[in-house]
């Protein structure tokens, strides 16, 4: 069985490395694309399974399969954009989603858990009940970093930015190399003596 499920990996992943050099994609690219359309698959179900109550236990699952498989064909073979896939993988998960609410669910026990669900996210918080006799540690956590904040920002005041710094150490050297310059050229003009105008000094 483990030799069978490397082999079927291998022969996947090859396929796919085939396909991206075939298509011109890079890794990253092909990436990202996969992801944008993962994302759009698996949005709808996620959100509408909070709303929506009676739907068997796989709807969410063949909603996401369905759309991935309508978005990674659509944008690796048939060149979708982003606009294409969002008017395409959307609708499509939610079409799957409702037409799943026309097959029940058969376990009983899924049935209690899904009813169970429900009914936590329609109980309201208590927090005087759910929070009795617990530790609490967000008031110190907050005065430790609201300390720590404060603390970082004193000891950045009195320093000057690395920015202006530098420009003030540029400005230093340059009125060094121009003093340098005057007195070469001070210097040099003692060196040759009184220099008329238009007269060769070399």
């Known amino acids: 069985m483990a030799w069978t499920a490397t082999f079927a990996v291998g022969v996947v992943i090859m396929g796919i490395a085939l396909a991206m050099a075939s298509g011109g994609y890079t890794v990253f690219g092909a990436m990202v694309t996969f992801n944008t359309v993962m994302s759009l698959a698996y949005g ?22 369905v759309a991935l498989a309508i978005g990674t064909v659509g944008s690796f073979v048939l060149g979708w954009g982003l606009v ?32 169970d669900l429900f009914r936590r996210l329609d109980t309201p918080v208590d927090r005087a009940v759910e929070l009795r006799d617990t530790y609490d540690p967000t008031t110190e956590v907050f005065r430790f970093l ?57």
Do not use: Q
Not at 84 to 90: D, E, I, P
Not at 152 to 160: E, F, K, Q
């Open 84 to 115: 294409a896939n969002v008017l395409t993988v959307v609708p499509a998960s939610v079409a799957v989603f409702f037409l799943a609410r026309f097959l029940p669910e058969t376990d009983p026990a899924r049935v209690l858990r899904r009813d």
């Open 146 to 202: 609201s300390r720590t904040t404060g603390l970082v920002g004193l000891l950045c005041l009195p320093s000057p930015s690395p920015r202006r710094r530098g420009a003030r150490d540029r400005r230093r050297l340059r009125r060094h190399h121009a003093g340098a310059r005057g007195g070469a050229l001070v210097r040099e003009g003692k060196g040759h003596g009184d220099v008329r105008p238009g007269e060769d000094v070399r």
């Open 44 to 65: 709808p179900p996620a959100l509408l399974g909070l709303v929506v109550r009676r739907t068997p236990s796989w709807s969410g699952l063949a909603s996401f399969a």
